[in-house]
């Protein structure tokens, strides 16, 4: 079975600065999806940000980005200048592509930014 | 317009009881997914319907059943509601099966008192 561990349950980052949270999974698939997604106190699930295994290049979207570590099985998200709003629980989450359809998700990191 | 749309969004109700949690989704997607939040934030897979076929029957107690009279609705029935059923669950769809962005609902906080 894959698992995703989050070794973090919480990270401070002051507002402006940079933050990195940590992921790392097991499997023994070649193909499969990361993701990043983000439940603010308004619960609702965003995703914030995807990679696929196969790419070698890391995926960017604006203030957030990953590093893609294959080998290491380590998928790690960067948030840039970091915002009151960004203050969130943040999940790490993997798919295989060919073994079953659901996302597994990590336990989750809280994310605090203080002014 | 809500793409992913759950209701209730709050549930308190007695042990024993039985309880529905109806979700509704406008995006055209093929398939649907039930999520259970515990209180420690753990988000875990109960069900996924595929064009109103189960796809993904994870060990979930019998007293949950998933009903799907549609693609665009995927329903939660619990029966015998116990304390430990007390959690968020939350209703998903993906354009198909093997798609990998999932549009989630809410979530529809459960009480069980």
């Known amino acids: 079975a894959q698992t995703v561990t989050q070794s973090q349950p919480e990270m401070s980052v002051q507002e402006a600065e940079t933050v990195t949270l940590s992921c790392t999974y097991d499997t023994s698939e070649s193909d499969y999806y990361l993701f990043w997604y983000k439940q603010p106190p308004s619960r609702q699930m965003i995703l914030v940000i995807r990679q696929e295994a196969y790419k070698q290049q890391n995926a960017t979207e604006n203030r957030f980005s990953v590093n893609f570590q294959k080998a290491a099985k380590s998928f790690s998200l960067k948030i840039s200048d970091s915002q009151l709003g960004d203050a969130a629980m943040y999940f790490c989450?993997?798919?295989?592509?060919?073994?079953?359809?659901?996302?597994?998700f990590g336990k989750g990191t809280s994310l605090l930014v203080t002014p | 317009d809500t793409a992913v749309s759950q209701t209730p969004k709050y549930l308190v109700t007695q042990m024993g009881n039985d309880k529905s949690i109806k979700c509704e989704q406008n995006l055209g997607h093929d398939t649907m997914y039930w999520y259970k939040q515990d209180s420690k934030k753990f988000l875990k897979i109960m069900f996924s319907?595929?064009?109103?076929?189960?796809?993904i029957n994870e060990t979930v107690p019998n007293r949950f059943s998933p009903k799907s009279p549609d693609k665009a609705h995927l329903n939660l029935h619990i029966n015998s509601l116990e304390l430990g059923d007390s959690a968020v669950y939350f209703c998903?769809?993906?354009?198909?099966?093997?798609?990998?962005?999932?549009?989630f609902g809410a979530g529809s906080r459960l009480t069980v008192l």
């Open positions: 998903a769809s993906s354009q198909t099966a093997g798609a990998n962005v999932l549009t």
């Open positions: 319907y595929n064009n109103k076929e189960l796809i």
């Open positions: 989450a993997y798919r295989a592509e060919n073994s079953g359809y659901a996302l597994n």
